[in-house]
């Protein structure tokens, strides 16, 4: 078993299987800037590995396989939005090191699966997930375009009506549902989740390695198409948003436990907001004091 601070890997079935376990349970394995580059290097290493023949990737812990992107490490960019352009590298690194992987990789859906999180499964060739899970897409309810993979896929494996469906309402989607959607391979009671992983290792180890490597190259096809027309675009529009009201609300809705003021961001567009003498930003035209650093907007009512 190797650590690499908030990731493990373990090798198993004579070293023909990594497991990757995002470690990070007390944030229900939010992903942040470490633990992306994590799952870089270990996908990384697995593609290198010439005994390697099947990757599994989970959460520690019961609670999440991931909850997608660590909102205090998000919360930062709003002093600095630049810097969430490197943040989003170390996410598409992750992503991509996931996706180019020879072998075939398993989402062993352990969790809660949320945002990022269902991006990372998506990007996996294959899931199985325990009977109590849910999945969801939150971007549109905390402000951030789901861009790192849902946007681009979800369509290809669920359809485009359920792909609008879960980005735009963000409902969770039970085990059972997203199975019947074509969102994950296998539903199984928890006892059982890791039988079925060791079943279909078995599986994928009885096939030949080559062209299993090739196949997966073919597959690939329409996921490669959409991410490569689409993410350079994200990223930088998702930058330049990353310090907006939008998200500013989002995380403090989130930080706060209350709802987003979906209303007063309507608001703002409609009527318009003033700029803050403090830092520069526009705050709505009813906000008596700026929610991003909290100096007084004079003459608001």
Not at 1 to 28: F, H, K
Not at 206 to 225: G, N, S, Y
Not at 277 to 296: D, H, K, N
Request: one cysteine or more; a negative charge.
């Amino acid at each position: 078993m190797t650590n690499a601070g908030s990731v493990r890997v373990v090798r198993d079935r004579g070293g023909r299987r990594i497991t990757v376990t995002i470690d990070r349970p007390d944030v229900l394995n939010a992903l942040d800037a470490a633990t992306l580059d994590g799952l870089r290097d270990a996908f990384t290493e697995a593609a290198a590995d010439l005994r390697v023949g099947v990757v599994v990737l989970t959460g520690a812990g019961d609670r999440a396989f991931s909850t997608g992107a660590d909102l205090d490490e998000q919360r930062s960019f709003l002093a600095r939005r630049s810097d969430y352009w490197s943040w989003m590298g170390h996410f598409i690194d992750a992503i991509d090191a996931i996706r180019d992987c020879p072998k075939p990789v398993i989402a062993r859906l352990n969790g809660i699966v949320v945002g990022g999180g269902n991006e990372l499964n998506l990007a996996c060739d294959l899931a199985v997930a325990a009977d109590d899970i849910d999945i969801r897409q939150v971007g549109p309810s905390r402000g951030s375009v789901p861009a790192g993979g849902a946007t681009q896929w979800l369509p290809i494996v669920i359809g485009d009506r359920r792909a609008r469906e879960m980005l735009l309402l963000n409902r969770p989607i039970g085990a059972a549902e997203a199975l019947e959607w074509g969102l994950i391979n296998r539903v199984v009671p928890r006892p059982e989740l890791d039988a079925a992983i060791d079943d279909l290792t078995e599986e994928l180890l009885a096939k030949m390695p080559e062209i299993v490597r090739a196949t997966k190259a073919q597959l690939h096809f329409w996921k490669d198409l959409s991410w490569s027309l689409t993410v350079r675009h994200a990223r930088e529009w998702l930058t330049i948003h990353a310090d907006s009201a939008e998200v500013a609300e989002g995380l403090a809705g989130f930080h706060e436990k209350r709802p987003v003021d979906h209303e007063g961001l309507r608001d703002m567009l409609e009527v318009g907001g003033r700029t803050c003498p403090g830092c520069g930003r526009t705050a709505p035209g009813g906000f008596r004091f700026c929610g991003y650093c909290g100096v007084s907007l004079g003459g608001a009512e």
